[in-house]
């Protein structure tokens, strides 16, 4: 069982900055595939940006190439989203979530939909 707890949403006006922050009760330094995802009221969930906490491989959405930076402190088992020039369509819950660690490809990782662990999310609000 992986145990993950975001923080770091908030309140942010339009062009502004935030970094996002899931802590994994688990070890990061061992192998997993984590991701972040979000989800904007009354639509449907967006996976917006995955690491494998080992190598440091991140891949992310269309969406928010360019603006969004994925991470990982595996001395810390916490991963990082870092968000640049927020705007109003940014608003949504962001979620974190694991693998269990078992053998993954970084294709299947970069692309993974499913996974078996979440955090309870972390509620980001753009508006002037």
């Known amino acids: 069982q992986v145990h993950l707890v975001e923080s770091g949403g908030g309140s942010v006006q339009p062009g502004g900055s935030l970094r996002l922050s899931c802590a994994a009760s688990?070890?990061?330094?061992?192998?997993?595939?984590m991701a972040w995802f979000r989800q904007p009221p009354g639509k449907e969930r967006e996976r917006v940006a995955a690491i494998d906490t080992a190598s440091g491989y991140t891949s992310y959405a269309d969406s928010v190439k360019g603006r969004f930076a994925i991470s990982r402190d595996n001395a810390k088992n916490t991963i990082y989203l870092q968000i640049h020039s927020l705007a109003p369509g940014d608003t949504a819950m962001y979620y974190c979530a694991a693998d269990s660690g078992g053998p993954f490809s970084w294709s299947d990782c970069a692309g993974k939909a499913n996974f078996p662990y979440w955090g309870q999310g972390s509620q980001v609000t753009v508006s002037s």
């Open positions: 688990e070890l990061t330094s061992s192998r997993k595939c």
